[in-house]
């Protein structure tokens, strides 16, 4: 009785929505009974949608009789230009950038107020990470998430910040004034260096990638070992990566600093 409430609300096309929204990464696998009660759809609504969706493709049977997302969805999903395009175009120079530093790369966008990665090349024996691609994350305390924040427009500035922030280890940067700094100086240097912010024994260096009006329309990241290297010697190879993506984009070549007078 407690989802009757809701159960009339919305249209097809959002309790359809919902349905697929249960399923995640950690619980890739659900019952029919299980996207019910997550859903807070009717037994019977759920069993009409899901057999709609399967019978389409965007939900598949799975050997123990429970229902996952269909490669069907996936299909359609990898034609979002900020997903597939933005990844074709970039893979090159993300590869460049994993085989000199041998460490993890990783190309991000922002959606609303979080960060979703597009590509993450793993390098070998490099430091574990929590991130996947497809994935959301939080964006104040990694390195790409750091550089879509500063160049956000304001009100998302203040939203994510006006937020509870999520700690990921007692180096988690949590206090907003700082955050506000941090962002600050990302916009000011062009680079975000987030060291120990998601797992003790990591340091992530990212930068903005331009699209062709010269905004920020993702962001590149190394992430390695903090004990390992000096993020300072990531920082140029983050940025030549980060500039040839955004070359390939047809970004604006970069407005060089204006020399001072003596």
């Known amino acids: 009785m407690e989802a009757s409430g809701r159960t009339g609300t919305g249209s097809v096309t959002s309790r359809a929505l919902r349905v697929l929204e249960v399923f995640s990464a950690a619980e890739p696998v659900l019952t029919l009974t299980e996207i019910s009660r997550r859903s ?4 019977t ?3 009409r949608l899901v057999n709609e969706l399967a019978e389409w493709g965007a939900l598949e049977r799975s050997p123990d009789g429970g229902y996952r997302i269909g490669l069907r969805l996936w299909e359609v999903a990898a034609l979002a230009p900020r997903g597939l395009g933005l990844r074709e175009t970039a893979l090159p120079y993300l590869s460049d ?10 190309l991000a966008v922002r959606e609303e107020l979080s960060v979703v990665y597009v590509e993450r090349l793993a390098g070998r024996g490099s430091v574990p990470v929590l991130t996947r691609v497809g994935g959301r994350f939080a964006l104040t305390p990694t390195g790409v998430g750091r550089v879509l924040l500063a160049h956000a427009p304001a009100d998302v500035q203040e939203s994510v910040l006006a937020q509870p922030p999520a700690r990921y280890t007692e180096r988690t940067e949590c206090d907003a004034g700082r955050l506000r700094q941090a962002l600050a100086e990302v916009r000011r ?5 987030c060291e120990r912010q998601v797992t003790m024994d990591s340091v992530s260096v990212a930068a903005p990638v331009h699209g062709t009006g010269a905004e920020v329309v993702a962001a590149v990241s190394v992430v390695a070992h903090v004990d390992a290297v000096e993020a300072h010697t990531l920082v140029p190879l983050v940025q030549v990566a980060a500039s040839g993506i955004s070359r390939s984009l047809g970004a604006p070549p970069p407005v060089p600093p204006a020399r001072s007078r003596r």
């Open 189 to 193: 240097t062009g680079v975000a260096v």
């Open 97 to 106: 950038l994993a085989r000199v530093t041998g460490e993890n790369v990783q």
């Open 45 to 47: 609504t759920a069993h």
């Open 40 to 43: 807070l759809l009717p037994l």
